[in-house]
T-cell receptor, first 117, second 111 residues
């Protein structure tokens, strides 16, 4: 299957700092990438859709100024958690879809576990 | 009605048995359907995709799609302890590039 790589896999930071997570599609180009968040024992929650060359589309209730998304190229999207607080501690997972818009398979990165102290 | 529903609670199956997971969806025009496996603490991994009515087999996994009844199922034959995970059903959302996910079913294979 296609490969989506995410970095870092684990990060611990102090409250108030910003954390950047990178998501790369290694063997295909992705005009769209998706960012999810998952709390322990809960389902995936879509945060935003990252669009190459344009603004991200955020889901209701997700603060765009807190979760900055940049999709600078067809293989790279970044999520920056600004001024992180303990309640932002979660498992962040990116994904990218390979192939046609309505039928392509969605592949996930390894995930980034953020712990804010 | 939620877009994608996986209603069953945790499923315990003995090693070697068949695990059966069901998923229903609300959008009649959905075109693509996926099953993901997620181990605890890990990200989801695609295990099956299906687009046409009928069965699709890949190793010990079989996906079954019935568009008229709006359900998609996953069978795991000869279940192994390594199959113990949460299985997520996903359906393409109408008119966009996103997938709608079910809440998942936990499978526990008992040696």
């Amino acid at each position: 299957g296609a490969v989506v790589s995410q970095h870092p896999s684990r990060v611990i930071c102090k409250s108030g700092t910003s954390v950047k997570i990178e998501c790369r599609s290694l063997d295909f180009q992705a005009t769209t990438m998706f960012w999810y968040r998952q709390f322990p024992k809960q389902s995936l929650m879509l945060m935003a859709t990252s669009n190459e060359g344009s603004k991200a589309t955020y889901e209701q209730g997700v603060e765009k100024d807190k979760f900055l998304i940049n999709h600078a190229s067809l293989t790279l999207s970044t999520l920056t958690v600004t001024s992180a607080h303990p309640e932002d501690s979660s498992f962040y997972i990116c994904s990218a879809r390979k192939g046609a818009q309505n039928t392509g398979e969605l592949f996930f990165g390894e995930g980034s576990r953020l712990t804010v102290l | 009605q939620k877009e994608v529903e996986q209603n069953s609670g945790p499923l315990s199956v003995p090693e070697g048995a068949i695990a059966s997971l069901n998923c229903t969806y609300s959008d009649r025009v959905s075109q693509s359907f996926f099953w993901y496996r997620q181990y605890s603490g890990k990200s989801p991994e695609l295990i099956m995709s299906i687009y046409s009515n009928g069965d699709k087999e890949d190793g010990r996994f079989t996906a079954q799609l019935n568009k008229a009844s709006q359900y998609v199922s996953l069978l795991i034959r000869d279940s192994q302890p390594s199959d113990s995970a949460t299985y997520l059903c996903a359906v393409n959302e109408r008119g966009n590039n996103r997938l709608a996910f079910g809440k998942g079913n936990q499978v526990v294979v008992i040696p």
